[in-house]
């Protein structure tokens, strides 16, 4: 019904991902193969683009209100995480990352310590420096066998730092396509209330769970957490309109709210896209079946690097996918450095990835691919990789 095996030429749309000279200043190779930076080589649910089209044909794209999306996000919220979220607890925000942005300056000060857990998306660190405040790293484990864990003590130990004001969370998280339990969230949560520590949590990647995976988003814990928290979602991740730049933060708590809202009128932000509007609706209302079709495919990829990569580079470790599109591969059996791992990866074999130690230290020999794209792209990935490092 959708065909996620049609191949999109990307390379002459604005799109950031496949330009030829944003490849040239990143990776150093205007041909690579793009399976960097998380958007999806997919065209998006009919519906959605429908709607963009009856208000490209009403043709005027004045101030715009939110409504209809809204109302279309809390719909899916019940629906697909059963949190009932009021209307008046959802501010919007064009991007996730703006969202931090504004919650980093309406609730800490320099100097302030915002504790993160790395390898982790890394524009959290860059904020936090570009805000002035200090990284505070609890690094999450990964075992052997590729098993994630929390270190509670070591969590426990930052978080109870006076300094330590925030804590930024990833869930799913982003780059280790990891999902918290029900426990271990609560165990951060309720550590970050001992200590009065603010959370803040992304949920971006929310709706990317794998065929089987369950993922418990922060509103499902109940009040006593939903209540006292900060969480951010979007449409952007799941159904591909990141350049629609229309997030959602939920603030349960009105005094927190109205220090939120204060920045997103100190800074303007609050103008709404009229596109972006009836896309987001679109995408809430009708893309369920869309989605999980997109889900599937993408599983079926990441089964296919996995097992292309048992069978030819037997040593790359590949993380396992429990959600979000993007894949953790382990290279760290080739010796490199960091420098020269990317000039492998990028100049030798062609393909231009995100990597792992972007994301932080323990990050180091990984690289992080974007399966939302066509399967022909994914095969030609595993060609080229093979044919590079089987001679290594
Ligand atoms: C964890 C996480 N947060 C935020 C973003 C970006 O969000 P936005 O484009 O809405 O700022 C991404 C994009 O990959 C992400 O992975």
Redesign the pocket.
């Known amino acids: 019904m959708f065909n996620f095996d049609e191949i999109i030429d990307r390379r002459k749309s604005v799109g950031k991902k496949w330009n030829p000279n944003t490849l040239d200043e990143m990776f150093g190779n205007p041909d690579a193969l793009p399976m960097w ?2 958007d999806m080589d997919f065209r998006v649910a009919p519906a959605i683009t429908e709607a963009i089209k009856e208000v490209a044909e009403h043709g005027i794209y004045g101030y715009s209100n939110a409504g209809s999306a809204v109302e279309s996000y809390i719909g899916w919220v019940k629906r697909r995480h059963n949190w009932d979220i009021k209307p008046e607890w959802v501010l919007n925000t ?7 942005d504004v919650a980093i300056a309406a609730y800490t000060k320099p100097g302030d310590g915002i504790l993160i857990n790395k390898p ?2 890394y ?1 959290f660190s860059l904020i936090i420096e570009s805000h002035e405040r200090k990284i505070v790293d609890s690094t999450l484990v990964i075992e052997e066998g590729g098993a994630i864990s929390v270190d509670f003590a070591d969590f426990e130990a930052k978080a109870k730092d006076e300094n330590t004001k925030m804590f930024i969370l ?1 869930s799913p998280h ?1 780059p280790l396509g990891h999902i918290y339990s029900r426990d271990e969230l609560k165990r951060m949560l309720d550590i970050c209330f001992k200590y009065d520590v603010l959370v803040v949590v ?1 949920e ?2 929310g709706d990317l769970i794998m065929p089987g995976q369950e993922f418990t988003s922060i509103g499902e814990l109940g009040e006593k957490y939903a209540n006292r928290v900060i969480v951010t979602q ?1 449409p ?2 799941t159904f591909n309109l ?1 350049g629609m ?1 229309w ?1 959602a933060v939920v603030i349960p708590d009105a005094d927190l709210r109205a220090k939120f809202q204060a920045h997103i009128e100190l800074y303007d932000l609050a103008i709404q896209n009229p596109l972006a509007i009836a896309a987001v609706s679109a995408a809430y209302d009708e893309g369920a079946e869309w989605l999980d079709a997109a889900i599937g495919y993408i599983y079926a990829n990441f089964e296919y690097l996995r097992n292309a990569l048992a069978e030819a580079l037997p040593d790359a470790r590949v993380l396992d996918l429990k959600a ?1 599109y993007l894949a953790f591969v382990d290279f760290s059996y080739l010796g490199l450095d960091d420098e020269s791992l990317d000039k492998l990866f990028a100049e030798e074999i062609g393909l231009a990835l995100d990597s792992g130690h972007w994301f932080g230290e323990t990050g180091s020999g990984y690289m992080r691919f974007n399966l939302a794209t066509p399967r022909a792209n994914v095969e030609k990935a595993v060609e080229l990789m093979v044919n590079t490092l089987q001679e290594k």
């Open positions: 930076i998380a064009p991007g996730v990352v703006t969202a931090l982790v998306y524009p990833c982003n992304d971006i990647h979007a952007s991740k990141a730049q997030s979000t």
